[in-house]
């Protein structure tokens, strides 16, 4: 919270507040932020489904409510928590559909790896397409790596090797943690099931097929916003292309919903593409605003469907589940 706090606080620190407050009062076109919604429910269901179907080749069955409502639950606590949410969602399955809390995280980590394939493919299509734009801007304002290389001090050189020094180390403590962990064979064979799940799963169209429409959910959800703002709404599919592989890469910083990075990254994009500093940085902090109470409400719908959901009582025998439930 505070990384992310301090990259805002830096980003908007001249930023001309005034030009938010006319764009909720006429500035923004709300029925294509409308429009966008359903795709960004429809990015977490799909995937709630894909994670059903890499758990059925392990024997586990949950129903598809609960799989739905603890994506909804995980993304709602990542807002609070980076990554918790992928914790949060096996504990639910496993306290209402008896799934084991191991194998659920295994299949989760598998998820992540087709999701890494998707965003390698899209980045490399994206940079293919833009290579002229990224040449003119890199010709137009003398950046090289030769030159970025020479603009170093000895004070820069030396906070990167830190930074190295502390990646390496963080690296180290986490392989000791994991050597720990190995200790408990029955949890390795269980996470070592879910992570290759994917090797016996039935119908695997169905399967890719949900990977690339929660993919094509959440770059629509993004770019139907782009014609919410006049200054975005000409620039066109690529544009948001990239503006929207960037901005995933940058919610990899560990922010709440990537707050601070996203921001940078979208309005860094928008800017590269003859859109005004303002403009962008106001681009960014509505849609994140809204796309982020639109999970922050999924979420809350979430605990309400929990809390009046019943643990499953066939969890001993999943032959007896029906699986539309």
Not at 96 to 105: A, K, L, P
Not at 143 to 172: C, D, P, Q, Y
Not at 257 to 281: E, I, S
Request: hydrophobic letters at 50%; charged letters at 15%.
């Amino acid at each position: 919270m505070a990384l992310g706090g301090g990259i805002l606080w830096w980003m908007y620190r001249g930023f001309d507040w005034p030009s938010l407050r006319l764009a909720f009062t006429s500035g923004v076109d709300w029925t294509w932020m409308w429009l966008s919604f359903p795709f960004g429910i429809l990015a977490q269901v799909f995937r709630a489904l894909r994670w059903r179907q890499s758990l059925l080749p392990l024997d586990e069955h949950p129903r598809v409510s609960t799989c739905i409502h603890a994506v909804f639950l995980s993304y709602a606590s990542s807002l609070v928590v980076p990554r918790s949410g992928e914790v949060l969602r096996c504990g639910v399955l496993k306290r209402y559909d008896g799934v084991s809390f191991t194998r659920g995280v295994g299949t989760v980590v598998t998820e992540r790896v087709v999701d890494i394939v998707i965003i390698a493919l899209m980045s490399a299509v994206v940079f293919v397409l833009q290579v002229p734009v990224f040449m003119d801007f890199f010709a137009h304002t003398g950046v090289s790596a030769s030159a970025l290389v020479g603009r170093f001090t000895a004070t820069g050189w030396l906070v990167t090797l830190l930074s190295g020094v502390l990646v390496i180390a963080t690296g180290v403590l986490l392989l000791r943690r994991y050597e720990l962990f190995r200790r408990t064979r029955s949890a390795v064979s269980d996470l070592k099931d879910g992570l290759l799940s994917i090797r016996h799963i039935d119908g695997k169209g169905a399967f890719l097929f949900n990977s690339v429409a929660i993919w094509v959910c959440y770059f629509l959800h993004f770019y139907l916003a782009f014609f919410c703002f006049g200054y975005t709404a000409d620039l066109g599919v690529e544009v948001a292309l990239v503006a929207f592989v960037v901005g995933t890469f940058a919610v990899l910083v560990p922010t709440p919903n990537g707050a601070g990075p996203w921001h940078f990254a979208v309005k860094t994009v928008l800017m590269l593409y003859g859109v005004n500093g303002n403009d962008g940085a106001l681009f960014a902090l509505i849609v994140h605003t809204v796309q982020t109470l639109l999970v922050a409400a999924l979420g809350l719908y979430a605990v309400g469907a929990l809390a009046i959901t019943k643990p499953s009582t066939l969890n001993d025998t999943p032959s007896t589940l029906n699986p539309k439930r």
